[in-house]
T-cell receptor, first 115, second 110 residues
């Protein structure tokens, strides 16, 4: 099992550009989560999906952020336009089901730097 | 979800047991205690969870007090690779989402 796969591992972009982060969950996992981590705010849940449907996007910071899950094996987090304050590590996680007792498996993250 | 309180940092000697405390005095009857850890530059990793009974797996043991207001994660023989931030999270299993606090930074020293 390759685990949760995120790409790219590192992204450097200029302010105002569109950024797309990608995530491939573990096959068979029905829940997918996007987190953001900064020194100031720690790990923040941005949005999560169950069976490809967004369930809770209350953590999405603003309209510049959008997430999609077109199928069970792929999700994207898009920032348009990007700003320096979006610089962070973005983690994707998946779980077999929404119940927390199944445990989350996290990817290695995408380190985003907006200059 | 119930709030948790963890010490910001702890040290442990390599080969000794690491005992990480967590206070959750407002925990409700249907809420579980979950532990994750995050090694530097990696995503968080699930360790263990429990409701009221003590639990043990290949990674750690979880001791929950009888009143469930606090718990301790035990790494029986800490190694340098156990240096990480350890998160204690209290939530209902059907909450659908994990909310991380600041955690405890455990430094295992040779």
């Amino acid at each position: 099992d390759a685990g949760v796969i995120q790409s790219p591992r590192h992204e450097v972009t200029e302010m105002g550009q569109e950024v797309t982060l990608r995530c491939k969950p573990i096959s068979g996992h029905n829940s997918l989560f996007w987190y953001r981590q900064t020194m100031m705010r720690g790990l923040e849940l941005l949005i999560y999906f169950n069976n490809n449907v967004p369930i809770d996007d209350s953590g999405m910071p603003e309209d510049r952020f959008s997430a999609k899950m077109p199928n069970a094996s792929f999700s994207t987090l898009k920032i348009q336009p990007s700003e320096p304050r979006d610089s962070a590590v973005y983690f994707c996680a998946s779980s077999p089901r929404t119940e927390l007792n199944y445990g989350y498996t996290f990817g290695s993250g995408t380190r985003l730097t907006v200059v | 979800d119930a709030k948790t309180t963890q010490p910001p940092s702890m040290d442990c000697a390599e080969g000794r047991a690491a005992n990480l405390p967590c206070n959750h005095s407002t925990i409700s009857g249907n809420e579980y205690v979950y532990w994750y850890r995050q090694i530097h530059s990696q995503g968080p990793q699930y360790i263990i969870h429990g409701l009221k009974n003590n639990e043990t797996n290949e990674m750690a043991s979880l001791i929950i007090t009888e009143d469930r207001k606090s718990s301790t994660l035990i790494l029986p023989h800490a190694t340098l690779r156990d240096t990480a931030v350890y998160y204690c999270i209290v939530a209902g299993s059907n909450t659908g989402k994990l909310i991380f606090g600041q955690g405890t930074t455990l430094q295992v020293k040779p």
